[in-house]
């Protein structure tokens, strides 16, 4: 089937619509452009200063983004085919896609759980940033492409395994943890005109419940003290602040903490206190959603 214009069900339009309100016109202009190419400097391969020396000798305009040295927006029609590329240097990364490890903020003596990793971009992303890093996934086909990733980036601190993360044995508990939920992906129209052919309430709902379902898990595997990002790239509150709030009911060492990125606008959230969503119109991104959660001590 063939799509020249991004496709919208109608029962979107008028869900979001609604929610928006006068916000509406600007969200919807947005998300039917193009998002900007971006990339993720991959110092598993090469450093910043010999990328950008790299990319410049070749003639390839780039601009350093704010919120973090190793991110960058692109201008080149095919990235893809640059040799920092291929070679495993960069990898290619939608920005706000960035946004939840950069506010996850991993160290070197961080022990980190990727939960629902594959296709892998921000493992590679944590592979730079933490000590050691376990990234699962269930599906195969997806697990194959992670697999291919870990080589081809050298993300010789990342053990992979084929599991879904809430049937891992939990004897050693994680510094962090990143749960980039499978969601509704409301958020890819602006690189897939096609997104939402499948998209239903129906779906939303689904999402939800299994999101609920993976939120506590996740949060189980957190030392005491430590901090997870539960992030998607839907609009749904049902996907969003509903599973967070499902969440704090749940587990009430649960406490969710501010985010701050440099250069990223974060408006208030009057339905999840301290939860982010990136609007497209703010900040030229594809839509997504983040919460900082931490384990707090028990009283």
């Known amino acids: 089937m063939s799509i020249k ?20 016109p600007a969200f919807y202009s947005a998300i039917q452009e193009k998002r900007p190419k971006a990339f993720w400097v991959n110092t598993n391969k090469a450093t910043v200063e010999k990328v950008k020396a790299s990319l410049t000798k070749k003639g390839v305009k780039f601009t350093q983004l704010p919120f ?34 950069v506010a996850l903020n991993p160290q070197k003596t961080d022990y980190v759980f990727d939960t629902c990793a594959a296709p892998g971009m921000k493992t590679i992303q944590l592979s730079n940033l933490a000590g050691n890093v376990l990234a699962t996934d269930v599906h ?14 050298g993300l010789e601190n990342v053990a992979v395994k084929r599991i879904d993360f809430r049937n891992v044995k939990r004897n050693k ?18 690189k897939k ?51 967070v709030q499902y969440l704090l009911r749940a587990r009430k060492d649960a406490k969710v903490i501010p985010i701050e990125l440099e ?7 009057e ?4 939860c982010v ?23």
């Open 5 to 24: 214009k991004t496709f919208f069900p109608q029962e979107f339009i008028a869900k979001y619509k609604l929610m928006l309100g006068l916000e509406w």
């Open 68 to 101: 973090h040295e190793q991110a960058f927006l692109i201008e080149y029609e095919r990235p893809s085919e640059l040799e920092e590329y291929v070679n495993g240097k960069i990898s290619l990364q939608e920005k706000a896609s960035m946004l939840p490890v």
């Open 140 to 153: 195969s086909k997806r697990m194959d492409i992670l697999l291919s990733i870990r080589k081809r980036f």
């Open 173 to 190: 508990k994680f510094d962090k943890v990143l749960l980039d939920a499978p969601c509704s992906s409301e958020g890819v129209v602006r």
């Open 193 to 243: 005109r096609e997104a939402l052919l499948e998209w239903s309430e129906k779906m939303v709902r689904q999402k939800a419940a299994n999101q609920k379902q993976m939120i506590t898990h996740a949060f189980d595997y957190l030392k005491e003290g430590g901090e997870m990002i539960y992030s998607t790239c839907s609009f749904a509150p049902e996907e969003n602040e509903e599973v």
């Open 263 to 269: 250069g990223i606008k974060i408006r208030k959230n």
């Open 271 to 274: 339905l999840c206190e301290g």
């Open 277 to 299: 969503r990136f609007y497209p119109q703010d900040n030229n991104t594809q839509q997504f959603f983040l919460a900082k959660i931490k384990k707090t001590a028990k009283e």
